[in-house]
């Protein structure tokens, strides 16, 4: 490439990061951002008149300092804000909500030979000094989370650095945490207020027309420039598991898929037994855990053997989500349904960050069914049982689900016509074929045998349980697919309805 006919941006998107294409959105963000800049140092120095004229003229670049940005996972928005934070006279702040996504965007701008400085809590006032000495001396780059922006020193403090920029990563957080447990989220306008920041920019990857307005109303009053991709990641492959025993199919699909493996845990324990299984199953190391309840130093040993890994299989809570940028997974698994859509969409957003094809599973069960269900239609909840049990493309109810476009589909079971019997499938199936001859005891030892035959087709070994059969009968009785007969059959189970 003839780099005379190169941009500055171009240039130091393939000089400081090694990017040799910046994707058309990625380009437009940037643009926004220089471009609004060059507004606010040119209206710096008109006078008031001057600066009348100038707003009514040049309305567009007024308000794109303020932007809300939607790219899907993987689409590089990082980059949207560290390019802009080398050419910008004075230093970027950028706003996470996790240490861990801290200390992964700490790596990530230290390979590229750029300094930064992480603002978190239990620093002292000397290494609180220290940091802002290496500002004042050109770290150009500032990272901290809403807690610690929330104390008045800190913020008279940055007040002095002149900061140009705050981008917001994971923007979604200000709405779905910030009416809940991360209060601070909600003083985030306030403090970019204090500060003058002439511009912001809020990043997600997934927010519903609901939460774009609530980010739009929290961060910015309502006005507000929004950029919008295309929400589909085409090269993420989705299909939906109905399954009882759901450990049984997480040891299946670790088998039978590809690695790096990421399996999302609904709790710290469910990730702590999820991992012991699969090292039980298929060797010690095989697996570890990650959550928020790890010490520090834990968290970042399972971080670096993950990220290196090439077969490892991670089970996480929801702490390892948001942004941890390891490029070649393969395979995202829910052992439980996140508690949105959206939540959904950023966690398999994990997998194929590298442009590779890559699968997300949902392991959806009875109980999960009976569960959404009890949310109002067409709220954010609720999309989550529209989308495990729908019979048209998975991938469009995900991008109804964020008002987004229609597509063709690329890939996911429904469109594909992948069958997977479950295993409540089946147990039923016996049951209606079999009325009135089962009691509870006939039938788990029944499903015991022929659940293992099942699996040994494939693991090579007998995974399913008493325990696990027991789940089933029980998720079927409950769902009211099968009960109990009475008068003569008195215990022997009959089948009622397959409708969900």
């Known amino acids: 490439m003839d780099v005379s006919f190169e941009d500055s941006v171009s240039i130091i998107a393939r000089e400081r ?17 220089l471009e609004a800049y060059d507004y606010y140092r040119m209206m710096k120095n008109l006078s008031e008149s001057e600066k009348s004229k100038f707003e009514y003229e040049n309305h567009d670049s007024f308000c794109s300092g303020r932007q809300i940005v939607l790219l899907p996972t993987g689409a590089g928005k990082s980059l949207c804000f560290q390019i802009p934070a080398v050419i910008l006279d004075g230093p970027t702040l950028v706003v996470y909500p996790l240490l861990a996504l801290m200390s992964d965007q700490q790596r990530r701008l230290e390979e590229c030979n750029i300094d930064c400085v992480v603002l978190k809590g239990g620093q002292s006032r000397d290494e609180r000094k220290e940091l802002f000495e290496r500002v004042q001396n050109g770290t150009k780059v500032i990272l901290a989370n809403p807690e610690v922006l ?13 900061i140009c920029h705050v981008a917001i ?14 209060r601070s989220y909600l003083s985030l306008n306030k403090v970019l207020i204090e500060l003058c920041v002439p511009l912001v920019t809020a990043f997600t990857a997934t927010a519903s027309p609901e939460v774009l307005e ?12 929004v950029v919008r991709s295309e929400s589909d990641r085409e090269n993420i492959h989705y299909y939906v598991r109905y399954s009882s025993a759901k450990t049984k199919d997480v040891l299946f699909l670790a ?10 845990c609904g709790t710290r324990k469910k990730s702590e037994d999820m991992a012991r299984d699969l090292n039980v199953c298929f060797g010690e190391g095989t697996s570890l855990f990650y959550h928020a309840g790890l010490q520090k130093s834990e968290k970042k040993s399972v971080e670096e053997w993950f ?50 094809i890559a699968k997300a599973f949902m392991l959806w069960s009875l109980e999960d069914s009976k569960k959404f269900g009890a949310f109002g239609i067409n709220s954010r909840e609720r999309m989550v049982k529209e989308f ?20 063709v589909c690329s890939g996911c ?10 295993d409540w499938e089946i147990t039923y199936s016996i049951i209606k074929k079999n009325r009135n001859f089962y009691n509870e005891m006939e039938i788990e030892e029944r499903i015991f045998s022929d659940m293992n035959v099942r699996y040994r087709k494939s693991i090579e070994k007998n995974i399913w349980t008493h325990a696990d059969s027991v789940e089933v009968i029980r998720q079927l009785k409950e769902s009211g697919k099968i009960k109990e007969a009475g008068l003569l059959w008195k215990g022997r189970l009959r089948a009622v309805s397959l409708n969900p």
């Open 307 to 356: 990220y290196n890994s090439k077969k490892g299989i991670l089970c996480a809570t929801c702490a390892y989500g948001m942004g941890v940028d390891k490029k070649d997974i393969k395979t995202v698994v829910h052992l439980e349904p996140p508690s949105t859509v959206e939540a959904y969409i950023q966690e398999a957003g994990r997998a194929g960050r590298d442009g590779s």
């Open 17 to 33: 990061f090694g990017i040799k294409y910046l994707y058309p959105w990625q380009r437009l963000v940037v643009a926004n951002i």
């Open 388 to 407: 495990a049990e729908t019979d048209t493309c998975r991938r469009q109810v995900l991008l109804d689900a964020l008002g987004a476009e229609k597509t």
């Open 413 to 422: 079971d429904v469109c594909d016509n992948v069958k997977n019997t479950s």
């Open 214 to 225: 609530n980010i739009s109303r929290i961060l910015f009053d309502g006005e507000v420039h």
């Open 169 to 182: 990563d994971e923007a979604h957080c200000v709405y779905e945490w910030g009416k809940s447990f991360r």
């Open 150 to 162: 929330e104390n008045d020193s800190l913020l008279s403090s940055l007040k002095t650095l002149g």
């Open 255 to 264: 088998k039978t898929e590809q690695k790096p493996m990421i399996v999302f």
